[in-house]
């Protein structure tokens, strides 16, 4: 069964503070896809990145990194620097090949303080 | 390019009123799904469709219709609205089951039945 866990409900920081935001999966197949997506208060969907799993490689994208390990099953989102505009729920998903949903967790929502 | 439309962004109904949530997209994606978001729960699949004339249920189906007589149109009913469907609800697109591209969001519905 798929599973998607983001044990963070809540996260607070301070700005400029670095911030890692957990995400654990599970699924039995070989081939799966792993997003994450930021939800800002005003409520849409932002698309932020989509990992396949074959490619473990780290990617940053300006003050944002992902960590791909499949040995641990983590997908884990680091946001550096962080900003008030980061200010967000972030979700986790995961989609196996040729499957019919995506499935996500419960989301983290990170609060950043000036 | 609008990518994916949904209408209302909000709406009101009473216990026991139908309404459609109506979603469109124009990139020829064949895949396409409803969610709804609910507080702590992340987004849950409620209907998906793999092409027109192709629905299948979801992870909460209960209480939803869908129909897929078009590739762009892909359109939610409430048919007897209840209190347990006030929800935020998505919807999404895909060029494919699987999500080996990336998944489209509408802008949401936020929906309060009284």
């Known amino acids: 069964a798929q599973k998607v866990t983001q044990a963070q409900t809540e996260i607070s920081v301070v700005e400029k503070e670095d911030v890692t935001l957990d995400c654990v999966y599970e699924t039995r197949d070989t081939t799966y896809y792993l997003f994450w997506y930021k939800q800002p208060p005003s409520g849409e969907l932002v698309f932020l990145i989509r990992?396949?799993?074959?490619?473990?490689q780290n990617e940053i994208s300006g003050r944002y990194s992902w960590n791909f390990q499949k040995s641990t099953s983590s997908f884990n989102f680091t946001i550096t620097a962080s900003q008030v505009v980061d200010s967000a729920v972030y979700f986790c998903?995961?989609?196996?090949?040729?499957?019919?949903?995506?499935?996500f967790g419960k989301g983290t929502t990170l609060s950043v303080s000036s | 390019n609008a990518g994916v439309t949904q209408t209302p962004k909000f709406q009101v109904l009473k216990t026991g009123q139908s309404m459609t949530l109506q979603c469109a997209q124009d990139?020829?994606?064949?895949?396409m799904s409803w969610y709804r978001q609910d507080p702590g729960m992340g987004l849950r699949l409620i209907h998906y469709?793999?092409?027109?004339?192709?629905?299948d249920q979801g992870e909460v189906p209960n209480g939803y219709n869908v129909s897929r007589s078009t590739t762009e149109d892909f359109p939610l009913r409430l048919l007897s609205a209840a209190p347990s469907q006030t929800s935020v609800y998505f919807c999404?697109?895909?060029?494919?089951?699987?999500?080996?591209?990336?998944?489209?969001f509408g802008q949401g519905t936020r929906l309060t039945v009284v």
């Open positions: 999404a697109s895909s060029l494919n089951r699987g999500f080996e591209t990336e998944a489209f």
């Open positions: 469709s793999v092409g027109a004339g192709i629905t």
């Open positions: 998903a995961l989609s196996e090949a040729g499957g019919t949903a995506l499935i």
């Open positions: 990992r396949n799993s074959f490619d473990e």
């Open positions: 990139m020829n994606h064949e895949y």
